[in-house]
């Protein structure tokens, strides 16, 4: 699946749902249109905007994305265009800790090979288990 797509599914389902963010809108509103003609990709837009942080329905709107876009290049070139415009609002959020949390204001963008840890306080190693996603700590 295209990267781009999952990315451009997560801020569909979290970012425009919340924000009034004109490039983001924009995107929303190209994608609402295409999906006006198929009900059952509407679904899944509508039901990823209910439940921005279920993977499940993020995912399968990336999927949905992905489908559209490769049977019509046109549109994907299309949503790459709008992201590239929506992307600076979509990575300027602010973010605050307080107490004993933890900001981790390092970006991490493009695909990434091997692990990624963001923590507060490690204590001992970390050792990523073999062919999960999941750390073994």
Do not use: C
């Not at 569909?12 to 924009?26: F, M, P, R």
Request: overall charge negative.
């Amino acid at each position: 699946m295209d990267p781009i797509m999952t990315t451009i599914a997560a801020a569909l389902a979290k970012e425009a749902v919340t924000s009034g963010k004109q490039a983001l809108g924009k995107l929303l509103e190209r994608v609402k249109e295409r999906f006006a003609k198929d009900p059952g990709s509407e679904i899944v837009l509508a039901s990823a905007q209910e439940n921005p942080d279920d993977t499940k329905w993020v995912d399968a709107l990336a999927r949905v994305l992905d489908r559209t876009g490769e049977a019509d290049p046109e549109f994907a070139a299309e949503l790459r265009e709008l992201w590239a415009a929506a992307k600076p609002e979509v990575h300027s959020v602010e973010q605050t800790a307080s107490g004993h949390g933890v900001n981790n204001s390092n970006s991490i963008s493009g695909k990434v090979i091997g692990n990624v840890v963001q923590a507060y306080k490690i204590t001992g190693d970390i050792h990523g288990t073999a062919g999960t996603d999941q750390p073994s700590w």
